[in-house]
């Protein structure tokens, strides 16, 4: 990208190679990168924030089990290797798809543009309230560095200030916990809040009656949790979660929230439980870039916002234009990594192809590697090749998955031996700050 205002140049706009820009540094975008290493192009990255995160163990970083470094390493480091890539830290603010241009704003505040004869928006995804945007307030979601900050600094100031609370009323509202959403992120992250909850803080604090006032509630919309998968998983992973003292309401809705309570509604009517703390996991719609594309193509748009790509991940009219990730609508793919990074993989070899001279890749197929879910140590669900796994052996698979598909064989290792050392001998979670500007959690000042 090139600055505006001052002309200065921030990206080899003058080279004669071909310039792949891409929109966005996670799983898909850095999969495009990687698969043009050796390509004659030059390619830009352009992310709002400096770093790839691995959200899918995001909650271990809100529970305070993993350490952010671990899952986030920096963009210019994932890259460090291919000189022919580079990153620019700037919020992708609009397109102009028939003059090749994309425009921006760095954090200080200066415009940037950039030309591209090659575009790739990976925008990814964020938090969905259905129409209660204001919900937000009250119960964040999961999807960057900074939401889990925040949440483990208002749980471990929920314990603190329970310490000091003499009303058991309040006490009792500071130690519920309200994650809402049944899916694969609602069950893992309540089970994770179960644990530390439950099982790791109350050793430490010692006016806090575990069994009496500490109660972890998951509420979902739907007949079950984990709605996508086979019935016999579903039944195990609501058997682990009663089993780690989590409170599991299905076929029960949000309807109302404020800082102190959330309402819900079942078959026995409307009901209020007071809870400082809750956690929204129940829905996700397209990053706002997916709108910003379909308006400059005609593309269509599905309910959560997603623009509908054509079968090789192109925008309708714009062959040179790809969209991947959680951002689009494709084949009913679900909004997790492994579409993100097959698509990545394969964007990358159709831009390949093309420079060459083959204009004829086949459209984008997808190779289903399962599904599966943690529910707290040594319980999880996985479905992988027809054949389903709970427990420990599901558990196992889960922890290789993830560990094989963090960015860095230091992380990886150091990822596993947290986890020996945390889970296995010292049952502690060693990252435990309370930050001044986060203690009070959402909705809350400080």
Same mark, same amino acid.
């Given at each position: 990208?090139?600055?505006?205002?001052?002309?200065?140049?921030?990206?080899?706009?003058?080279?004669?190679?071909?310039?792949?820009?891409?929109?966005?540094?996670?799983?898909?975008?850095?999969?495009?990168?990687?698969?043009?290493?050796?390509?004659?192009?030059?390619?830009?990255?352009?992310?709002?924030?400096?770093?790839?995160?691995?959200?899918?163990?995001?909650?271990?970083?809100?529970?305070?089990?993993?350490?952010?470094?671990?899952?986030?390493?920096?963009?210019?480091?994932?890259?460090?290797?291919?000189?022919?890539?580079?990153?620019?830290?700037?919020?992708?603010?609009h397109f102009d798809?028939?003059?090749? !241009?994309?425009?921006?704003? #760095?954090?200080?505040?200066?415009? $940037?543009?950039?030309?591209?004869? =090659?575009? /790739? %928006?990976? +925008? *990814?995804?964020?938090?969905?309230?259905?129409?209660?945007?204001?919900?937000?307030?009250?119960?964040?979601?999961?999807?960057?560095?900074?939401?889990?900050?925040?949440?483990?600094?208002?749980?471990l100031s929920a !314990?603190?200030?329970?310490? #000091?609370?003499?009303?058991?009323? $309040?006490?009792?509202?500071?130690? =519920?916990? /309200? %994650?809402? +959403? *049944?899916?694969?992120?609602?069950?893992?992250?309540?089970?994770?809040?179960?644990?530390?909850?439950?099982?790791?803080?109350?050793?430490?604090?010692?006016?806090?009656?575990?069994?009496?006032?500490?109660?972890?509630?998951?509420?979902?919309?739907?007949?079950?949790?984990?709605?996508?998968?086979?019935?016999?998983?579903?039944?195990?992973?609501?058997?682990?979660?009663?089993?780690?003292?989590?409170?599991?309401?299905?076929?029960?809705a949000a309807t109302?929230?404020?800082?102190?309570?959330?309402?819900?509604?079942?078959?026995?009517?409307?009901?209020?439980?007071?809870?400082?703390?809750?956690?929204?996991?129940?829905?996700?719609?397209?990053?706002?870039?997916?709108?910003?594309?379909?308006?400059?193509?005609?593309?269509?748009?599905?309910?959560?916002?997603?623009?509908?790509?054509?079968?090789?991940?192109?925008?309708?009219?714009?062959?040179?234009?790809?969209?991947?990730?959680?951002?689009?609508?494709?084949?009913?793919?679900?909004?997790?990594?492994?579409?993100?990074?097959?698509?990545?993989?394969?964007?990358?070899?159709?831009?390949?192809?093309?420079?060459?001279?083959?204009?004829?890749?086949?459209?984008?197929?997808?190779?289903?590697?399962?599904?599966?879910?943690?529910?707290?140590?040594?319980?999880?669900?996985?479905?992988?090749?027809?054949?389903?796994?709970?427990?420990?052996?599901?558990?196992?698979?889960?922890?290789?998955?993830?560990?094989?598909?963090?960015?860095?064989?230091?992380?990886?290792?150091?990822?596993?031996?947290?986890?020996?050392?945390?889970?296995?001998?010292?049952?502690?979670?060693?990252?435990?700050?309370?930050?001044?500007?986060?203690?009070?959690?959402?909705?809350?000042?400080?």
């Amino acid at each position: 990208m090139t600055d505006q205002d001052s002309g200065s140049a921030l990206a080899p706009e003058t080279s004669e190679r071909h310039q792949v820009l891409v929109v966005g540094g996670g799983f898909g975008g850095v999969n495009v990168a990687k698969a043009l290493a050796h390509a004659d192009v030059d390619v830009t990255i352009a992310d709002r924030t400096n770093h790839h995160l691995f959200q899918p163990l995001l909650y271990q970083v809100a529970a305070g089990l993993l350490s952010e470094g671990l899952i986030a390493p920096p963009l210019r480091r994932v890259i460090k290797d291919q000189r022919n890539a580079r990153t620019v830290l700037a919020n992708v603010t609009h397109f102009d798809l028939d003059k090749h !241009f994309v425009y921006g704003v #760095t954090p200080d505040g200066r415009k $940037l543009h950039r030309r591209y004869d =090659t575009l /790739v %928006v990976a +925008g *990814g995804a964020t938090h969905a309230y259905f129409g209660n945007d204001h919900w937000a307030d009250f119960a964040p979601g999961m999807k960057t560095l900074e939401d889990a900050r925040r949440l483990r600094s208002h749980i471990l100031s929920a !314990f603190e200030l329970a310490e #000091t609370v003499p009303d058991p009323s $309040l006490r009792k509202a500071l130690l =519920t916990f /309200v %994650v809402v +959403g *049944g899916g694969p992120t609602g069950v893992e992250l309540v089970g994770q809040v179960a644990e530390l909850a439950k099982k790791v803080l109350p050793r430490e604090y010692r006016w806090v009656d575990t069994s009496q006032e500490i109660r972890v509630i998951l509420v979902e919309a739907g007949p079950a949790v984990l709605g996508p998968f086979h019935p016999k998983l579903q039944r195990y992973a609501r058997k682990h979660l009663v089993k780690l003292g989590v409170e599991v309401r299905t076929d029960t809705a949000a309807t109302d929230m404020d800082d102190d309570s959330i309402t819900v509604k079942s078959a026995a009517g409307f009901e209020k439980i007071d809870a400082r703390t809750k956690i929204w996991a129940a829905g996700v719609q397209a990053s706002p870039l997916a709108s910003m594309l379909a308006e400059e193509t005609g593309a269509e748009t599905d309910r959560a916002g997603r623009v509908v790509v054509l079968p090789d991940c192109t925008l309708p009219g714009h062959p040179e234009v790809f969209a991947i990730g959680d951002m689009v609508s494709l084949n009913k793919l679900p909004g997790v990594a492994q579409p993100a990074i097959q698509e990545g993989r394969y964007v990358g070899k159709v831009i390949r192809a093309r420079l060459e001279g083959d204009a004829n890749v086949p459209p984008f197929k997808y190779f289903d590697k399962g599904s599966m879910a943690t529910i707290g140590y040594r319980g999880a669900v996985a479905d992988a090749f027809g054949i389903r796994f709970t427990g420990s052996m599901g558990y196992l698979m889960w922890g290789f998955i993830h560990v094989l598909y963090l960015i860095g064989w230091g992380n990886r290792l150091s990822t596993l031996l947290v986890w020996q050392r945390s889970l296995v001998f010292t049952k502690n979670y060693p990252q435990r700050i309370i930050t001044s500007e986060q203690a009070g959690g959402p909705g809350r000042s400080s």
